[in-house]
C-alpha cells in the first residue's frame, strides 16, 4: 500500500480510479444516477470509488465500483462493525 497520501494520491490510484469510472460509464453503483465529471471535490456528486470489501484487497479493480461522493461516504467502510446497540446501565 502507498504511502503517498499525506502529499495526495499516487499516479497508480489516479490511472485505476479513472479505469473504474470509465468502466462503470459514470454511473453510480450505489444509487444508479449519473457522476458528472465536471464536478471536483468537495462537491457531495462528485466522483468517488468505493472499495466493496473496505482496503481488505487493497486497490483491486475487481473490488471496487464508481460511486458518487457522498454515496460513498454514506456507506462507509464495510469493514468496520455498526456500533453495538446501547444496553442499560445501573443508575450511580
Not at 479505469?19 to 453510480?28: S, V
Not at 471536483?40 to 473496505?54: E, I, K, N, Q, T
Request: hydrophobic share 30%; glycine share 6%; proline share 10%.
Amino acid at each position: 500500500m502507498s504511502t503517498s497520501w499525506a502529499g495526495g494520491s499516487t499516479r497508480r490510484w489516479r490511472r485505476i480510479r479513472e479505469a473504474i469510472l470509465a468502466r462503470d460509464g459514470w454511473i453510480c453503483q450505489l444509487c444508479q444516477h449519473a457522476i458528472d465529471p465536471r464536478l471536483s471535490h468537495p462537491h457531495p456528486r462528485s466522483a468517488h470509488v468505493h472499495h466493496l470489501d473496505g482496503k481488505v484487497y487493497g486497490d483491486d479493480p475487481d473490488r471496487m465500483v464508481a460511486t458518487h461522493r457522498e454515496c460513498n461516504l454514506k456507506v462507509g467502510d464495510p469493514t468496520k462493525a455498526p456500533d453495538p446497540e446501547p444496553r442499560p446501565m445501573t443508575a450511580w
